[in-house]
């Protein structure tokens, strides 16, 4: 007898293109269906509440009476909960951000029961390549989806073991028609087997053993009352098969008997039977762009900061941060982040990373304040604190601000040794934005905010302190004009259309026409990019830009504007008429000893249907790229050969070579390479006759949620044909990326630390004798200069640093984006009481490390992410 395990479940998008409001009206009704028929039919064994537990939070807020009810079903396996917060992208959402959902999630189910163990995406947008060891930290043995996956993985069946490159595997159930075929069954003898005829067949060609899977459950399904009639009628259709209510666990118990499936490596975003939509990575880039840079700011700059403020005896605002998580998580769902939804629900979810970055924004400040009002006072009352939040000495070229009354003053350390500094920039500031009383009591006398730039060294998970001490006067030295930027290794000049021509001096190379801008129609949707037919291409090589060059002894600055002549809208395109345009500012930045060219490009875009990339050539004929992905690195085809092949096999999306990043993508070969380092958008393909040409995108603009019948995506439209003008990104679109050239191939050159050192810049803060706020004083002193641990090898990468949600002490996770076996060694600079490891889940592994003296020795595999845990 064959068993089919009907598996009721709902899936529950949050938001689409309808609102979380109106999605949460129908969660109260459904829940209150779903609990009372659990509560009320023994023969009704379970219900699979979406795997996340963010349905919990909407449902408590309106109904918190209803948690004993919940729980006590939970706590009996009847209603299954967890293991995410949200049903996570897997593609444009960072490492941390997929482990905090888990973290998150499983906090949330503790006070309920125990959570599903299993990886369950179903409608995720392709499967990221370290998925399997991200599962594997939280004790998962089991995967579950529906997209990206064919043949050419390596088999035709439906399950198989997910290795990632760390060795860590899971078992895997695809869903190969999706989460829901098994959506409101029909009593109707006929419609049911027209129905289940189709999808049987599917079911049984893809399974390895006598059991098969039929989830019983869609979008904001309510729980369907007359199952068992309908399963008596599936029982007459096909006698020779055994119908029944279950859970995805009995299945995959059943699958583990099977001792010869294949092990498959690597990432799925093959678009052959369901839609990856592999150029949804760039549609609605500002909220794409807000995602990255609030990531960024949580786990390099705002967590490592309150853990060196941790371990110097203030608190550890775990609740605020979690708050922080929480509302970005809500974003970071396929439907959320993709942005395939309608203009309100972009609005929604703007607003939640507008306040998500106001959260990071404020708490950052207030524990950079926390510890400047914790030194002496004695030497002097004001002060600046550099901030480095990365695990080794820096010698940085510093920004920063002094806000004062002094007329002139200088810097010095706390041995009294000056510190030179050069004046680039002044700015009278009115005393009541400073400190209102200060007014109120008829002080009227303005600050001065002066910009100043300094070279120094700054201790490696810690900071410096500098004292501003008045004087008689100073030398107020700015900026001079020249006609090209000279660093310790470049050479740079702008070309009169606004590219850039670069030349590196360690591997005597020129890279001309650098930040090309390409623009092209785009007849395609929030999903996917599409071209359009007999199009053509506009590039930047033609205009006349304005353009000004500077540079002191610390930083070099290029300032590039021009305007874009493009056509208005898909209707102009056809016609090949040029009305409209686009206006574009390019900041450069560079530190004069270091290797990135930071690039800030503000856009005013008035124009529709259409799509901006940024070019970076390379002169690098290469057969692939590197990129990264969570806690590592990918290597991905130029060219995806299922290109040649895709119309022939029917796919439902053209595999076009649009990728994902996160944090950098590189062309090299072993002599050099050139890299894009991003802290804005995050998709790329490699261009040009010769794949040697990086192309970043920097926005779509479309005006549909979803369209028929595109070239890349033939067919039914994705989602719903719904207009959404405000996705065809009309005004200022900012964005920032970093380009470099290096010495050694991609992965040689490390350039995943290099990245994340674009990533943490030293961050300041001045501390005067006025605050708007006021605080009451700690009962103790910190010293001017700090550091809480040094990392002593020089590849792997610390991904964060934090409190730990279960035990009292400091979580490090790091990993190794190399391509070899690494060791890596931390000496701590407080005693250690205890140093465990830990899993992802902050779980103490068996043993004990053992520490020689205050350092730390471990192994860390290729691609692998490892956690310790210490106390101070």
């Known amino acids: 007898m064959e068993n089919v395990h009907i598996v009721p479940h709902m899936h529950w998008d949050r938001e689409w293109y309808f609102t979380t409001e109106e999605s949460r009206i129908l969660l109260v009704n459904n829940m209150e269906e779903i609990i009372e028929t ?79 163990k299993i990886g369950y995406l179903p409608d995720s947008f392709g499967q990221s390549a370290q998925l399997p060891q991200i599962l594997k930290g939280f004790d998962i043995n089991y995967a579950m989806f529906w997209r990206g996956v064919s043949e050419r993985h390596g088999t035709d069946k439906t399950e198989f073991y997910w290795e990632s490159d760390n060795n860590e595997k899971v078992l895997v159930q695809i869903l190969p028609l999706g989460y829901a075929i098994g959506k409101y069954l029909p009593e109707d003898e006929d419609l049911l087997k027209e129905r289940m005829d189709k999808y049987l067949k599917v079911l049984d060609n893809g399974a390895t053993t006598k059991n098969i899977l039929l989830p019983h459950g869609h979008d904001q399904m309510p729980i369907q009352k007359n199952i068992f009639y309908v399963i008596e009628k599936l029982k007459k259709l096909y006698p ?31 678009g052959k039977y369901m839609r990856v939509h592999r150029s949804i990575y760039s549609s609605r880039a500002d909220i794409k762009s807000a995602n990255t840079r609030i990531e960024n700011k949580i786990t390099n700059i705002l967590e490592p900061l ?68 914790a030194m002496p006072s004695d030497i002097a009352l004001d002060k600046i604190v550099a901030y480095n939040l990365l695990p080794y000495e820096r010698g940085e070229m510093i920004e920063t601000e002094v806000i004062t009354r002094m007329k002139s003053f200088k810097l010095t350390d706390e041995n009294g040794v000056d510190i030179p500094f050069e004046i680039v920039g002044k700015e009278i500031i009115d005393p009541g934005l400073i400190d209102r009383q200060i007014v109120h009591y008829g002080n009227y006398d303005p600050f001065t905010k002066f910009t100043i730039n300094l070279k120094d060294k700054i201790p490696s998970m810690g900071y410096k302190t500098y004292l501003i001490i008045e004087t008689m006067n100073m030398d107020e030295t700015t900026y001079k004009d020249v006609e090209k930027i000279e660093t310790e290794i470049y050479t740079l000049t702008v070309n009169d259309n606004g590219t850039l021509k670069i030349y590196d001096k360690r591997i005597d190379k020129v890279f001309d026409n650098v930040l090309m801008l390409e623009d092209g129609a785009d007849d395609g949707d929030e999903y996917d990019f599409s071209p359009l037919r007999n199009d053509f291409i506009i590039k930047s090589d033609n205009v006349k830009a304005q353009y000004s060059l500077k540079q002191n002894k610390y930083f070099a600055r290029a300032n590039i504007s021009y305007k874009l002549d493009v056509p208005k809208d898909l209707g102009s395109r056809k016609e090949k008429v040029i009305d ?65 092949v895709w119309e022939k096999e029917d796919w439902d999306e053209r595999p076009d070579s649009i990728y994902p990043m996160l944090s950098y993508v590189g062309l090299s070969d072993e002599n050099y390479g050139v890299a894009v380092l991003t802290n804005s958008i995050r998709e790329y393909e490699i261009v040009g006759e010769n794949y040697d040409i990086i192309a970043i995108t920097l926005f779509r603009s479309v005006g549909f949620l979803g369209k028929e019948e595109m070239i890349r995506r033939p067919g039914r439209p994705s989602g719903i044909k719904l207009e959404t003008p405000d996705s065809q990104m009309i005004g200022l679109i900012k964005l920032e990326f970093g380009i470099m050239t290096h010495v050694q191939s991609t992965l040689k050159a490390n350039i995943a630390k290099v990245a994340k ?51 009292e002490g400091i979580v490090t996770r790091f990993f190794n984006a190399t391509e070899d076996n690494q060791n890596v060694v931390f000496a701590f600079n407080k005693d250690l009481k205890e140093i465990y490891e830990t899993n992802l889940n902050e779980e103490i592994k068996e043993s004990v490390i053992i520490v020689k003296g205050k350092e730390v020795e471990l192994s860390i595999r290729k691609n692998e992410v490892k956690s310790i845990l210490f106390k101070v």
């Open 240 to 270: 020779k098969r055994n119908f029944f209510l279950s859970s995805y666990e009995n299945v995959f118990k059943e699958i583990e008997k099977q001792f010869d499936l294949p092990t498959l490596k690597g990432e799925f975003l093959d």
């Open 306 to 373: 309150a853990s060196i403020a941790y371990s110097s005896g203030f608190e550890y605002h775990s609740g605020l941060i979690e708050l922080i998580w929480k509302e970005i998580m809500k974003n970071h769902a396929h439907d959320s982040i993709g942005c395939c939804c309608s203009d309100k629900v972009h609005i929604e979810i703007m607003a939640r990373f507008i306040n998500a970055e106001e959260k990071v924004n404020q708490l950052i400040l207030f524990y950079m304040r926390k510890i400047a009002d």
């Open 38 to 116: 659990l509560e009320n039919n023994e023969d009704y064994p379970s219900y699979v509440l979406d795997g996340q537990t963010a349905i919990l939070e909407d449902y408590f807020a309106v109904k918190p009476e209803y948690k004993e009810r919940v729980k006590k079903l939970v706590k009996a396996g009847r209603l299954i909960i967890g293991p995410w917060y949200t049903q996570t992208d897997e593609m444009v959402v960072g490492g941390e951000s997929i482990v905090r959902n888990l973290l998150y999630g499983f906090k949330d189910c503790e006070e309920f029961g125990a959570p599903m």
């Open 580 to 644: 409209s345009f686009i206006e574009v500012n390019i900041t450069l930045n560079i530190p004069l000893n270091k290797q990135i060219i930071d690039v800030k490009i503000d856009i005013n875009n008035m124009a529709k249907d259409h799509r901006v990339r940024a070019l970076v050539p390379t002169a690098i004929q290469s057969s692939f790229s590197i990129s990264d992905n969570q806690f590592g690195s990918i290597k991905r085809p130029v060219f995806d050969t299922a290109m040649e």
């Open 757 to 807: 050192e674009y990533l943490t810049p030293i961050y300041t803060y001045n501390k005067m004798p006025y605050n708007a706020m006021k605080l009451n004083p700690v009962d103790f002193e910190v010293p001017y200069r700090y550091s809480l641990f040094t990392q002593k090898d020089k590849k792997t990468v610390i991904s964060t640093v934090k409190k730990s949600e279960k035990i």
